[in-house]
T-cell receptor, first 111, second 116 residues
Framework: RKEVEQDPGPFNVPEGATVAFNCTYS??????FFWYRQDCRKEPKLLMS???SGNEDGRFTAQLNRASQYISLLIRDSKLSDSATYLC????????????FGTGTSLTVIP | EAGVVQSPRYKIIEKKQPVAFWCNPI?????LYWYRQNLGQGPELLIR????????DSQLPKDRFSAERLKGVDSTLKIQPAELGDSAVYLC??????????????FGPGTRLTVL
């Protein structure tokens, strides 16, 4: 079983729509969680860290459910500029900083 | 503040040739990572350094790949000889420390390797 699993999509949504991505992780000892954004032919860039209480940054909301071992990312009022691949990342700090990446979910926002 | 620097950005070589990639992490970042990313996949760790010590190289194909971080700052990843399946983007990342749960990785622009 993969450490981190994501639906690869693609998700094609109209501008202004709300879209949600889920990600599941296999290791219950995972301690830190992140969403990265990766544009085509670019490097991943940190979008949000995911805190246990959930957190919001403008149109983006991240949630963590430790009991079910999944992380979600909600994007409200989608913009054309949100088109990218969204990578879910988990970290096992107790065995050193081991970051595990999902395969990414592709989002295209359509005019 | 300068980000993670990598060079070259692109490299095209024939199979069986050697190739080397260079990375300079963000100043003050003790932890350095080399990842390989294939098309449509997430980055996969090759090796992780804490200062000059390689603390996780379990996924590094040691028969042909080698890496070094001699002074605990910049790092070089080498492939010798390269195979067709090595075509990928090689990403370098750095983070402040290797032990904090809030540690965040920052990526360089990557080196896109094509092996013909």
């Amino acid at each position: 079983r993969k450490e981190v699993e994501q639906d690869p999509g693609p998700f094609n949504v109209p501008e202004g729509a709300t879209v949600a991505f889920n990600c599941t992780y296999s290791n219950s000892a995972s301690q830190s969680f992140f969403w990265y954004r990766q544009d085509c032919r670019k490097e991943p860039k940190l979008l949000m860290s995911v805190y246990s209480s959930g957190n919001e940054d403008g149109r983006f909301t991240a949630q963590l459910n430790r009991a079910s071992q999944y992380i979600s990312l909600l994007i409200r009022d989608s913009k054309l500029s949100d088109s990218a691949t969204y990578l879910c990342v988990v970290n096992h700090v107790d065995t050193g900083n081991q970051f595990y990446f999902g395969t990414g979910t592709s989002l295209t926002v359509i005019p | 503040e300068a980000g993670v620097v990598q060079s070259p950005r692109y490299k095209i070589i024939e199979k069986k040739q050697p190739v080397a990639f260079w990375c300079n992490p963000i100043s003050g970042h003790n932890t350095l990572y080399w990842y390989r990313q294939n098309l449509g996949q997430g980055p996969e760790l090759l090796i992780r350094y804490e200062n000059e010590e390689a603390v996780d190289d379990s996924q590094l194909p040691k028969d042909r790949f080698s890496a070094e971080r001699l002074k605990g700052v910049d790092s070089t990843l080498k492939i010798q000889p390269a195979e067709l399946g090595d075509s990928a983007v090689y990403l370098c990342a750095s983070s402040l420390s290797g032990t904090s749960p809030t540690d965040t990785q920052y990526f360089g622009p990557g080196t896109r390797l094509t092996v013909l």
